[in-house]
C-alpha cells in the first residue's frame, strides 16, 4: 500500500464520493438488470451517471483508483464492475491513525 499514491487520489472529490457511493451500492444505485446483487461492484455506466461527468473522465478516476488497490474490477462480458478493496482503505486509514 502506498500511503502518498493513495492520498492523491484522494484529493479529488468525486473520486472520495465514489468511494462513498461503493460503500453501501444498494443505495446510491439503481439494480443492474443482468446482474441480481453487487456482490461485484458497480457497472461504469451507473458510477457515471451519479457523477455526471464524461465517461473519458470517470474511467481515468476509476483507473487511478484501481492503480492506487482502493477499487477491484471484475468483468462480466463486455461490462467492468467495479467495488471497494476494503482491506486496502482499511490499511490505510490505519496507517494514518498509527504513523501520523
Known amino acids: 500500500?502506498?500511503?502518498?499514491?493513495i492520498s492523491k487520489v484522494l484529493a479529488n472529490k468525486t473520486r472520495v464520493d465514489i468511494l462513498k457511493w461503493l460503500k453501501n451500492p444498494e443505495e446510491?444505485?439503481?439494480?443492474h438488470q443482468d446482474i441480481d446483487h453487487f456482490d461485484d461492484g458497480v457497472c461504469v455506466g451507473f458510477i457515471q451517471d451519479k457523477a455526471?461527468?464524461?465517461q473519458?473522465?470517470?474511467?481515468?478516476?476509476?483507473?487511478?483508483?484501481?492503480?492506487?488497490?482502493l477499487l477491484i474490477p471484475t468483468r462480466h462480458?463486455?461490462?467492468t464492475y467495479y467495488r471497494r478493496n476494503e482491506e486496502v482503505i482499511n490499511a490505510y486509514v490505519n496507517t494514518l491513525k498509527d504513523k501520523l
Open 1 to 5: 500500500m502506498d500511503i502518498v499514491e
Open 28 to 31: 446510491n444505485f439503481p439494480p
Open 52 to 54: 455526471g461527468l464524461s
Open 56 to 69: 473519458s473522465t470517470i474511467s481515468t478516476y476509476l483507473n487511478s483508483m484501481q492503480n492506487a488497490d
Open 77 to 79: 462480458g463486455k461490462w
